[in-house]
T-cell receptor, first 112, second 115 residues
Framework: GQQLNQSPQSMFIQEGEDVSMNCTSS?????WLWYKQDPGEGPVLLIA?????ELTSNGRLTAQFGITRKDSFLNISASIPSDVGIYFC????????????FGPGTRLSVLP | GAGVSQTPSNKVTEKGKYVELRCDPI?????LYWYRQSLGQGPEFLIY????????DSGLPNDRFFAVRPEGSVSTLKIQRTERGDSAVYLC?????????????FGSGTRLTVV
């Protein structure tokens, strides 16, 4: 099946630092989503991207839909302790299907 | 309700038993999705309902898995003859209409453990 790769797998950063994480695929996607999941909770949508090259911000978060439509990145600026969690990218292959393919996640730890 | 509600939050069952997992979507949401999340992995699509009908069940792993949504609101995921490999968190999500533009809200999941 379709697979997404996320890097890094995990990261430890100091509070206040900026964070960057990537998502890549061998397939072309029409929509990219970024989610955050806290322990014992379901994923929460952070940012949705609909067009190649699109750059979208949500507070301290910025995400871009790669030009090739096979990748996306998520940046977090000035990290805070509540940024701790697992960040998933998800891609939608076509505009009619409703299922999303999720990556394996990037686990972020923020040290005070 | 205010969010997507899933019950039970935890379920332990013996290998070979039958289980039902329930999802109460946000009131008025027409689209409902089931995903499965294994330890250390991202969610994996199982099935999507638009109203009462299963519009896409391509993610169901085999015929032991079945889901219904008889009145277009609450959905039940049913697993027959459970196997240890079925152990995972089963997540439900709903949206006002199909498509991510309308938002896609997940519940907290049901953690299923097959022993």
């Amino acid at each position: 099946g379709q697979q997404l790769n996320q890097s890094p797998q995990s990261m430890f950063i100091q509070e206040g630092e900026d964070v960057s994480m990537n998502c890549t695929s061998s397939s072309i996607f029409n929509t990219w989503l970024w989610y955050k999941q806290d322990p014992g909770e379901g994923p929460v949508l952070l940012i949705a991207l609909y067009k190649a090259g699109e750059l979208t911000s949500n507070g301290r978060l910025t995400a871009q839909f790669g030009i090739t439509r096979k990748d996306s990145f998520l940046n977090i600026s000035a990290s805070i302790p509540s940024d701790v969690g697992i960040y998933f990218c998800a891609g939608q292959l076509d505009n009619y299907g409703q299922n999303f393919v999720f990556g394996p996640g990037t686990r972020l730890s923020v040290l005070p | 309700g205010a969010g997507v509600s899933q019950t039970p939050s935890n379920k332990v069952t013996e290998k070979g038993k039958y289980v039902e997992l329930r999802c109460d979507p946000i009131s008025g949401h027409t689209a409902l999705y089931w995903y499965r999340q294994s330890l250390g992995q991202g969610p994996e699509f199982l099935i999507y309902f638009q109203g009462t009908g299963a519009a896409d069940d391509s993610g169901l792993p085999n015929d032991r898995f079945f889901a219904v949504r008889p009145e277009g609101s609450v959905s039940t995921l049913k697993i027959q003859r459970t196997e240890r490999g079925d152990s995972a968190v089963y997540l439900c999500a709903s949206s006002l209409r199909p498509g991510v533009l309308y938002g896609y809200t997940f519940g907290s999941g049901t953690r299923l453990t097959v022993v």
